[in-house]
Each structure stands twice: as C-alpha cells, then as structure tokens.
C-alpha cells in the first residue's frame, strides 16, 4: 500500500521552492485502530508529508532525470498531541542541489501558525528511473498538467 501524505502541489518555483497541502482526518486509513482512546498525529507524519512534497520539487527541478530517497533528517521540531481534523500547509525550500544529492527545509503551518519544521533534510538520488514514467506520476499524484513527453 502506498501513503501520499500530501493532498495537493498548489505551486512550485523550479529549483527554490514548492508549497503543497496536507489534511488530516481521522478517518485516514493509518489512524484506524492504532490509537485506543484519542488519535494524535505522530510527528513521522508530518516529516514524511513535508519530504514527499519536497522530493517532487527535487524531481521537477531535475527535468524528471532522477528520484529522490531521504537519508538524514536533522532539527525537527513539531507541536506534539495534534488531534486529526485539520488542513496543513507545507511551504519547502531547496538549499542546494547536484545530480547526486539536495538539501532542503520545510515548514507546516495551520492557520498561519507553525506546527512543524524541519531545517535540515538531505536526499540522496538515483538516476535509474523512467523519465516518462515519473512525468505521468507527478502529473497524476499532484494534480499538474505538463508536457508529457
């Protein structure tokens, strides 16, 4: 089974920045039956919803040429004991990039207010992908329309 912790790309700014959402309800498929009395919001999720919406900025910054794996994440901070039931935003910046690796930070917000950051994440890369193949992803999973050449 596949989890996309992101429900939309609302914009990207090719190499620099990218900003998508993120609601979180109760009735998400990994909150059944995992908590006995009240569900909370596990910070994994909010560092695994800001890395999707930062891998595809990586992606889309590298003309679809190679796909992004995380492999350090540093100075997260995130407002512990959230109930589901709210919208995210998540706004992500790119720091640097080469065709071996990226590094990033990201931030979410609810209502104007941080409920989470990451400062310092790192991707690794691996160029054995199918251009074409992540082109329909991407234009599939965050609802953009390009060229699918």
């Known amino acids: 089974m596949r989890f996309l912790l992101y ?16 609601g979180f309800n109760l009735s998400d498929e990994y909150f059944r039956g995992h908590y006995k009395k009240q569900a909370y919001v596990s910070g994994v999720f909010y560092i695994e919803t800001m890395a999707q919406i930062l891998g595809w900025l990586i992606i889309y910054s590298h003309d679809f040429m190679l796909s992004p794996f995380m492999s350090l ?10 109930r589901p039931d709210f919208k995210a935003e998540v706004r992500a910046q ?33 160029n054995k992908v199918n251009p074409s193949q992540l082109k329909q992803l991407f234009h599939y999973y965050s609802g953009w329309s390009l060229p699918l050449s």
């Open 7 to 22: 429900d939309q790309i609302i914009s990207m700014d090719k190499g620099i920045s990218v900003v998508g959402t993120k």
């Open 73 to 82: 994440v540093e100075k997260v901070n995130f407002r512990p004991r959230l």
């Open 94 to 126: 790119l720091l640097s990039t080469s065709v071996t690796d990226s590094l990033g930070k990201a931030q979410m917000f609810v209502d104007g207010e941080q409920i989470a950051s990451l400062d310092r994440i790192i991707f690794s890369h691996s």
